[in-house]
């Protein structure tokens, strides 16, 4: 069964610096995609970066020359967010999908974590 488990969400002031983590199991199969998205309340979930099963990566406008998505061999998925405005505050999601191309459509991944919180202070 696959499962993924983010943490590193917290409260900073805007300026600050936050790294999401997602640990992902359950599963063997290589050639896979994996996305952050989030979600404000009131409003639709976004894809906020995404890394293909070549290691291509993608960004929303918002978050581009902000924000950096990783991933290591053990299966983790890492966002690093630097320069954090208050409208990045979201609970954030980490989502995988089995397929080489993917992008940071939602509907495109079928797998997702419970979320952690980001809150950015003005």
């Known amino acids: 069964q696959v499962q993924l488990v983010e943490s590193g969400g917290g409260s900073v002031q805007a300026g600050g610096s936050l790294r999401l983590s997602c640990a992902a199991s359950g599963y063997t199969y290589s050639r896979i995609c994996m996305g952050w998205f989030r979600q404000a309340p009131g409003k639709e979930r976004e894809g906020v970066a995404a890394?293909?099963?070549?290691?291509?990566t993608f960004y929303a406008d918002s978050v581009k020359g902000r924000f950096t998505i990783s991933k290591d061999n053990a299966k983790n998925l890492y966002l690093q967010m630097n320069s954090l405005k208050p409208e990045d505050t979201a609970m954030y999601y980490c989502?995988?999908?089995?397929?080489?191309?993917?992008?940071?459509?939602?509907?495109?991944?079928?797998?997702w974590g419970q979320g952690t919180q980001v809150t950015v202070s003005s």
């Open positions: 989502a995988t999908v089995f397929a080489r191309y993917c992008g940071l459509g939602a509907p495109e991944y079928n797998y």
């Open positions: 890394i293909d099963s070549f290691g291509y």
